[in-house]
């Protein structure tokens, strides 16, 4: 018996091995074939945001209840303002009173205005009698004793004029100047009050209210959830390695927790550019697309967005693929891995390019190939 060779032998052990552990052939498929990213979020409303209180107190009335269509500016609750209410009406009585004291029937102004008056005639009377006085003098008329007299009386009456004109200018100042910080104090003390007044800052639905009537409540502690009316927004949570693939206008199918089996399509609204770093993923709003969309806010849901589909394409379980993207097969009772081009690929499945063709019978990794 001729001797053999240590690799020969090594060549038909792994035959034989490849033989005996008859795995069945595999053959790659055409079908239709999707690619989609997996992603999990929440429904929320549109443009949600949490209304809170600018004060603290005790809440005097809740005026909506949950489910609520309100109006912008329209009043939620009202919190205990006695208080405020007895210093806004207090600023508002002296900005009345600052105003009344600069308008025509102000006595202290008129007072000062028919003085003015007195003096402005005074002056207007002692000026015409000077001239008349100049002007006989100029004639050699009269004496100039009287001539300088008419001139110091004419310059008593100009003083007073001035000194009136002056209290009175310096009175309006001040109370113009009294009646600005009156308006600025009752602007200040009705924002006060106003803040005891919790307003919706938007058209939209109250979701939920986190106060009732007697509660206390601090400042900017929330007490409603409001967003606009109609269908919610889904926002999702796509992994930092998917997110390449994802762009505006894809299809989603949807699962929510709430509505069991039901499937939802949706359409991709909007991609954020900002990496969460706490679970490294990046936001990603969509908004359904039929109107039987659920309406409910805050529940969990399970995504799929559609990134690529193609038909009739050549498919092979995933399992079957070797690390490099190869396949075993075996030729003329030799086994041996061959390189294909790979493109779609789901968790069980993966699209075949070029390398092989449904004929190709392949063969299932062994353990040790699997990757």
Not at 24 to 35: C, F, G, Q, S, V
Not at 230 to 242: H, K, T, W
Request: aromatic share 6%; hydrophobic share 40%.
């Amino acid at each position: 018996m001729p001797p053999y060779h240590f690799s020969n032998i090594a060549a038909l052990a792994l035959i034989a091995c490849w033989g005996c552990q008859n795995h069945p052939a595999i053959h790659a498929t055409r079908k239709h074939m999707i690619e989609a990213v997996y992603a999990s979020g929440r429904i929320i409303p549109v443009n949600e945001y949490s209304q809170s209180a600018l004060c603290t107190g005790t809440i005097a009335r809740k005026l909506v209840k949950d489910g609520d269509t309100v109006k912008k500016g329209q009043l939620l609750y009202l919190v205990n303002n006695i208080s405020a209410d007895e210093k806004a009406a207090a600023a508002a009585k002296n900005y009345t009173i600052a105003e009344q004291n600069l308008s025509p029937r102000s006595p202290h102004l008129a007072d000062l205005a028919l003085a003015l008056q007195n003096t402005q005639i005074r002056y207007a009377g002692d000026s015409l009698t000077y001239h008349r006085w100049k002007t006989l003098w100029a004639d050699n008329i009269g004496t100039r004793n009287n001539l300088d007299n008419c001139f110091n009386n004419l310059q008593v009456s100009l003083n007073e004029k001035k000194m009136a004109e002056q209290r009175y200018l310096s009175a309006l100042n001040d109370l113009q100047v009294s009646r600005n910080n009156a308006r600025s104090l009752a602007a200040d003390a009705q924002k006060a009050l106003n803040d005891y007044s919790i307003r919706s800052d938007r058209d939209g639905v109250v979701y939920q209210t986190f106060k009732e009537s007697g509660e206390s409540v601090r400042s900017n502690e929330v007490v409603a959830l409001l967003g606009e009316q109609g269908q919610p927004l889904i926002r999702l949570a796509v992994d930092q390695q998917d997110i390449g693939k994802i762009k505006n206008g894809q299809s989603v199918l949807v699962q929510s927790d709430a509505t069991g089996n039901a499937i939802y399509e949706a359409t991709i609204s909007r991609i954020y550019p900002v990496m969460n770093e706490l679970d490294q993923t990046f936001r990603v709003d969509a908004h359904f697309t039929a109107a039987t969309a659920p309406t409910f806010i805050h529940g969990s849901v399970e995504a799929n967005i559609i990134v690529q589909q193609k038909q009739n394409v050549l498919v092979l379980p995933l399992s079957a693929l070797l690390p490099g993207d190869s396949v075993g097969i075996v030729e003329k009772r030799k086994p041996r891995k061959i390189p294909v081009k790979t493109g779609i690929r789901t968790p069980d499945e993966v699209e075949i390019i070029s390398g092989i063709t449904e004929m190709t019978e392949i063969q299932a990794p062994t353990k040790e190939q699997q990757p």
